[in-house]
């Protein structure tokens, strides 16, 4: 069964810091596969017999929310039950509604975890950099962390991002409010746009408009 995963996929300047942590972890503690691409979870993983009506619920919230996402980049933090390293993201209250109203839609259908049912306050925004760990290795990077340059923001462009065993199904970009396939998704044309856009909303922002 297609194991689904909707998640905000990081690009640009934030993306790179990100990646940088965990290969700077994979070096020095041989972290090998314990290591994950750059995301924000918004669900999931789950499953569903019913992928043409996830994939128009999908559509449907990121259509009917109207809103830019925001959210700010952080410092560190752990899961010590299940051993999860990640960066703290913290969110402006349009992802948060976002979210919520996404579980809400395709709940009914969907293998949902409690987690992704809880209040928007409740939920823990993150982005992992390493999971599965054995507590020691666990415990060495929490100590290696003490002293760690927190990560720093940059405008980027935002997406939601519907996944199927990992392979883009579609796509969201609240920077040119359209749905994008696998491909577009996937284009440097269509990423090349989304900075262009955000040069100038930084423009527009620095003259106080």
Known sequence: MTRYLI??????????????LSEQLREKFNLGNKLVAPHITLAGPFSTGEEKKLV???????????????YNVGGYGFFDDTRVVFVTITPDESLK???????????PYCSLRD???VPAEDFRFHATLAMKLDWLTYRRIQWHFRKQEPVVYRHHPIRATLL?????????DFVQQRMLTRAQALSRATRMR???????WGEKIKEGE
Not at 97 to 107: N, V
């Open 115 to 117: 987690y992704d049912l």
């Open 97 to 107: 509604q976002f979210r919520c109203r996404l579980a809400k839609a395709i709940s």
């Open 164 to 172: 199927g065993n990992s392979k883009i199904v579609c796509e969201y």
């Open 7 to 20: 998640d905000i996929r990081l690009m640009g300047p934030v993306k790179e810091q990100i990646h940088t």
């Open 56 to 70: 128009g619920d999908f559509t449907r919230v990121c259509l009917d929310h109207g809103k830019k996402l925001n």
């Open 194 to 200: 989304d900075f262009q856009i955000l040069r100038l």
